[in-house]
DNA sequence: AACAAATCAGTAATGATTACTGAAATTATA
DNA sequence: TATAATTTCAGTAATCATTACTGATTTGTT
């Protein structure tokens, strides 16, 4: 029952660590095979999994139907740009308020709220 | 190039306007059958696309990895129910200007924003 | 070193969604 | 109203992201 070291998931961690990008499983699978040419795509998803679990990542549903994943797992907002699907940190304070303020008219318990923007990002302004 | 009557479309569309709990796909086509007993749900799938892309229907997408769709085309917020999956509108007003003090501390073009709630609603709190 | 348990690589299965195909329905035209 | 042109359909196959399974390998413990 007790987790087990292994190399693959200190990988996976150092190189979720090292990005502000918010990679994909996929996205994973594809770096962490230049390390480990070997390592399997089931290996990716479980470890992200099972560090989402063990609180060290944060799972992020942007709108594109994909999982991203953010070793930053503090409170904060995300942009996602309709062209070429980057998925960008806000710098913008969190409305931590805003739960209180639904809840008023709200018959429920709020946990917790997503707030996401999407639009360009300053990358593909001047192709658009 | 036109778009042609059918009936099953007129079928979603008279479905759609009568739910106020944000259907997906395969939810639409269990009811559909009622009436429709051999419509396909690439059908639904097409048509619920379709209707999207006409501006009379919204896709939503609240965290549980489904497309859930609202004939609610105004912009609100909604609530998913960690427990029964439940997808339920707010009634709070929607913070408009958000876009805009987003925009203060962004590189790119905000042009909207999802907020999502998420917790135990009215119904599941007794079981919980 | 030897054992038990977790993890792995590789592969198969799942579930939601999309694409394809020949038939049926709809609209336009004669 | 018959016919032709085009869209839409039902049914099915394919795709894509993700999860589950299996026997082999690693890891932590005695």
Redesign the interface.
């Known amino acids: 029952m007790a987790l087990k070291y292994s190399r693959q998931r200190e990988a996976i961690k150092e190189f979720m660590m090292s990005r502000k990008d918010h990679p994909t499983a996929d996205s994973v699978y594809m770096h962490i095979r230049n390390e480990y040419p070997n390592i399997s795509l089931g290996t990716v998803y479980r470890n992200l999994q099972l560090l989402t679990e063990l609180g060290e990542l944060q799972k992020i ?1 942007v ?1 594109d ?1 994909l999982d991203h994943f953010d070793a930053d797992t503090s409170l904060h ?1 995300h ?1 996602y ?2 062209e070429c699907g980057a998925v ?1 940190d ?3 304070d969190c409305i931590r308020e ?2 209180d ?2 809840s ?19 990358k ?2 001047p192709k658009s």
């Open positions: 549903r709108g139907g907002y942009f740009c309709n960008i806000m710098n913008m805003i739960n303020i639904a008023k008219t709200f018959d429920g318990i709020i946990e917790s709220h997503n707030l996401t923007f999407s639009g360009i990002c300053g593909c302004i």
